[in-house]
């Protein structure tokens, strides 16, 4: 019998830690990507959420997969449901990357892929994590590269998450059934703003950094003369809703339960990625 991890989005900045960490567990993991990216002590292998001619090979020897949806899909309900699917036909168990406050509505995509796969008979565990702290690294750090954060998020909290801690949630939820059919919420310690996140930057990487509330319209404007695409512009946009409405504030212990330890602060994924954070 197969004892073989399956990671879909091995590349990312989720899948990268998760493999990591299950290869110092012992554990024998294929990583998926579009391209089979060689990773170091994994088995290489193409996956593409588009491609469905790839999920064969994927799963082929596999008994448990990391299900995620990297960024840029607009169209998460359509991509996902087919790996789902082959996911219970093979009866290869799931621990699935959705998002933190889907489970508020039925009818939002992300909330009908969780009750698709309750409901596919395999074994599963739901993750939900928070905005990620690695935004700041990522998403944002162009702006911080001149000395700004501008989001539509007005005065809102998010207790941000350490992507390290996401991944170390993943692999104790991979390699245990304890957690089996049970959903996560995966937040940092403490809920901060962005006025707050600008001014831990500020400290930490000795440059001033600012915080500047703009409404949606602007964002999007500012995301598409980036270069992204505009619907996935304005999804981005959609969901600071939720930040400005008080909800990305809850701060919960499930990181603490799922890996016997606390979550990293903001304060400390900041300290840990100061050198990417000053690069220009």
């Known amino acids: 019998m197969s004892h073989k991890i399956l990671v879909l989005g091995a590349t990312g900045n989720v899948g990268q830690p998760l493999v990591q960490t299950l290869l110092r567990q012992g554990q024998q993991v294929k ?34 997969a990391y299900v995620m949806l990297p960024t840029g899909y607009v169209n998460s309900k359509e991509l996902l449901l087919p790996v789902i699917q082959a996911a219970a036909e ?4 799931v621990v699935f990357q959705s998002a933190f406050g889907v489970d508020a509505d039925d009818s939002i995509p992300y909330r009908q892929v969780e009750i698709a796969l309750e409901k596919s008979g395999t074994p599963f565990v739901i993750l939900r994590p928070n905005w990620f702290s690695d935004n700041f690294h990522t998403f944002w750090k162009a702006g911080i590269d001149h000395g700004q954060i501008a989001v539509p998020a007005a005065e809102g909290q998010s207790s ?13 939820a991979l390699t245990t059934n304890r957690f089996d059919g049970q959903a996560f919420n995966l937040t940092g310690p403490e809920a901060v703003s962005y006025a707050k996140a600008a001014q831990i930057l500020s400290e930490v990487i000795c440059k001033p950094i600012a915080y500047t509330p ?57 300290r840990e990625h100061a050198t990417a954070l000053r690069q220009a």
């Open 31 to 64: 990583a998926a990507s579009r391209s089979a990216k060689p990773v170091a002590g994994a088995e290489s292998v193409v996956f593409d959420y588009a491609r469905p001619e790839t999920f064969p090979a994927a799963f082929e020897g596999v008994d448990r």
């Open 90 to 93: 093979r009866h290869v168990k």
């Open 160 to 172: 941000f998450i350490d992507v390290r801690d996401i991944a170390e949630s993943a692999a104790a």
């Open 214 to 270: 703009i409404d949606d319209q602007t964002f999007i404007g500012m995301l598409i003369g980036a270069g992204v695409p505009g619907d996935y512009a304005s999804f981005l946009a959609s969901i600071f809703h939720p930040v400005r409405e008080g909800w990305t504030a809850a701060v919960t212990d499930h990181v603490q339960l799922l890996t016997g330890k606390p979550p990293r602060s903001l304060a400390t994924y900041v």
